[in-house]
């Protein structure tokens, strides 16, 4: 089901030679998730920082992951990677505080062998980084971050 709508787009830098544990403390985070540490995501350094255009891509429907990421790609929209979320989440502290942002990486299979990735939200007026799971369907309330590839911009 079609449908989804690009938001405005947000640069990062990611690959500046921190840790996850160190980016999730960079993010000042009211609540980060324990299993999101240098362990379970190790931060990928690329040899040198590399700049990323974040898209958010918001639906008036409910979604499944892999529904979000078709829709994406007929924008010209690739999947993050979840250096994308710890550094989005630095950046752009504010952005979650209104509605959830998922990021539709590679899944990270967490305990009792669920797929897990990373997203941004607020609680309770506090700003917080967890784990979602992958094969979860997704309310309008989610938005969805991607990258733009370097050829294309959405329209």
């Known amino acids: 089901m079609a449908g989804g709508r690009a938001g405005d787009g947000y640069r990062i830098t990611i690959g500046d030679g921190r840790s996850t544990d160190e980016l999730v403390e960079a993010g000042k985070y009211g609540y980060a998730h324990s299993c999101v540490t240098s362990e379970n995501f190790p931060a990928r350094h690329f040899g040198e920082p590399r700049l990323r255009e974040i898209v958010l ?22 999947q993050p990677m979840y250096e994308d979320a710890l550094y989005f989440g630095i950046a752009y502290p504010e952005v979650p505080r209104d509605r959830p942002v998922v990021f539709l990486h590679d899944p990270w299979v967490g305990f009792f ?15 917080e980084l967890g784990l979602e799971g992958f ?21």
């Open 113 to 127: 062998g669920r797929r897990d990735i990373l997203c941004l939200w607020s609680n309770a007026g506090r700003r």
């Open 135 to 155: 094969d979860a369907r997704w309310s309008a309330t989610y938005r969805f971050a991607f990258v733009v590839r370097a050829t294309s911009r959405p329209t």
């Open 57 to 78: 891509l918001e639906f008036d429907h409910d979604v499944t992951s892999e529904e979000a990421i078709a829709e994406a790609a007929l924008f010209g929209l690739e």
